[in-house]
């Protein structure tokens, strides 16, 4: 999608990342800068922060969950009810069976990382590290993280938030 097409507040996003500055902006400063415009993180902006930072999209991720900035996906309306499950994938919880705590999440929800539920009532990001190691593997709902969780763990907090 054309970054120039998407715009909120007579700006473009393109223009929000843009913006002529005497300095280089962080990528914090980009991303509370596309927040205040447009209310959160359209996902087609994903790519250019990770372009303009040189950064990778999971460090653009990463720090939109610790701004509590919610990446908007083009396939869905996400609404402020909206619950933002995210997994971790670091090494450690990698090493603890993290890669089934999120094909058991994908299974359940019905979506892939980065996206949110048809319904928008959820979405799915993951993570690098969600600094849990010791306690992995590890899973956010919201700002609320779950630790040494099996499958079957997960199916029973995602079955009590729906």
Do not use: W
Not at 133 to 139: K, S, V, Y
Request: charged share 30%; with cysteine; proline share 4%.
């Amino acid at each position: 999608m054309d970054l120039h097409q998407l715009k909120a507040n007579g700006l473009s996003l393109h223009e929000v990342l843009h913006r002529p500055s005497r300095k280089r902006r962080t990528l914090e400063e980009l991303l509370a800068d596309v927040h205040e415009s447009f209310g959160c993180l359209p996902a087609p902006a994903v790519g250019e922060l990770s372009r303009l930072c040189n950064c990778t999209t999971d460090e653009v991720r990463r720090a939109a969950y610790v701004q509590r900035v919610q990446i908007l996906d083009a396939g869905c309306v996400l609404n402020p009810k909206t619950r933002v499950i995210t997994v971790c994938r670091g090494n450690s919880c990698h090493r603890a069976d993290g890669r089934r705590i999120l094909d058991t999440v994908k299974e359940v929800l019905g979506c892939q990382p980065g996206d949110a539920t048809r319904d928008g009532r959820f979405q799915l990001e993951c993570a690098e590290c969600l600094d849990y190691c010791e306690a992995g593997p590890a899973m956010a709902v919201d700002r609320e993280v779950h630790t040494e969780l099996t499958p079957k763990e997960v199916r029973r907090i995602l079955a009590q938030i729906r």
